[in-house]
T-cell receptor, first 118, second 113 residues
Framework: AQKITQTQPGMFVQEKEAVTLDCTYDTSDPSYGLFWYKQPSSGEMIFLIYQGSYDQQNATEGRYSLNFQKARKSANLVISASQLGDSAMYFCAMREYARGSTLGRLYFGRGTQLTVWP | ETGVTQSPTHLIKTRGQQVTLRCSSQSGHNTVSWYQQALGQGPQFIFQYYREEENGRGNFPPRFSGLQFPNYSSELNVNALELDDSALYLC????????????FGPGTRLTVT
């Protein structure tokens, strides 16, 4: 089974509007972390935001926030006030902290291509 | 920029050849992870090196091998290249066996013809 599922191959949003990128995950490990990365066409993975499984509040980083619904196993990224420079591929990823897991190993989804138009 | 560098940027090889990709980790980081990202896919974990030893491996055949040097830089070697090995290869460095945030390099794009 896929550990990370991103069901939106592409999303379009107008500049200054908010957009939500979906992510669901699958793990039996009670301790895990969820990440979102941005990948421009240059290829480098840029870290955006992190949510730990025991965090009580949703993570926020500037215009990025993570809508964490643990019971539904979803970790959607919300980008507020979209900018043209936000156009890129966005990946949801997870790491597990169980004994025997490789620390730092990330499981990625297939990504969502976000296009911001003027 | 993250301080993680990779070389070369692009590479073209022929099926059956061997290739070596290099990664210099960020200062103070002792762990390097390698990922393969095929076109239109998310990155897939190849393996991780921590203090010069392999510390975990994904579902990749033995012809994918690696090294980590005393300065914590790393190499990824792929023998007997296949067409499906064409991908972007990303390395990520971190501290303490990956227990902290990972910083990705810009990647090496490998094309196998």
């Amino acid at each position: 089974a896929q550990k990370i599922t991103q069901t939106q191959p592409g999303m379009f949003v107008q500049e200054k509007e908010a957009v939500t990128l979906d992510c669901t995950y699958d793990t039996s490990d009670p301790s895990y972390g969820l990440f979102w990365y941005k990948q421009p066409s240059s290829g480098e993975m840029i870290f955006l935001i992190y949510q730990g499984s025991y965090d009580q509040q949703n993570a926020t980083e500037g215009r990025y926030s993570l809508n964490f619904q643990k019971a539904r196993k979803s970790a959607n990224l919300v980008i507020s006030a979209s900018q043209l420079g936000d156009s890129a591929m966005y990946f949801c990823a997870m790491r597990e902290y169980a004994r025997g897991s490789t620390l730092g190993r990330l499981y990625f989804g297939r990504g969502t291509q976000l296009t911001v138009w003027p | 920029e993250t301080g993680v560098t990779q070389s070369p940027t692009h590479l073209i090889k022929t099926r059956g050849q061997q290739v070596t990709l290099r990664c210099s980790s960020q200062s103070g980081h002792n762990t390097v992870s390698w990922y393969q990202q095929a076109l239109g896919q998310g990155p897939q974990f190849i393996f991780q090196y921590y203090r010069e030893e392999e510390n975990g491996r994904g579902n990749f055949p033995p012809r994918f091998s690696g090294l980590q040097f005393p300065n914590y830089s790393s190499e990824l070697n792929v023998n007997a290249l296949e067409l499906d090995d064409s991908a972007l290869y990303l390395c990520a460095s971190s501290q303490q066996g990956g227990d902290y945030e990972q910083y990705f390099g810009p990647g090496t794009r490998l094309t196998v013809t």
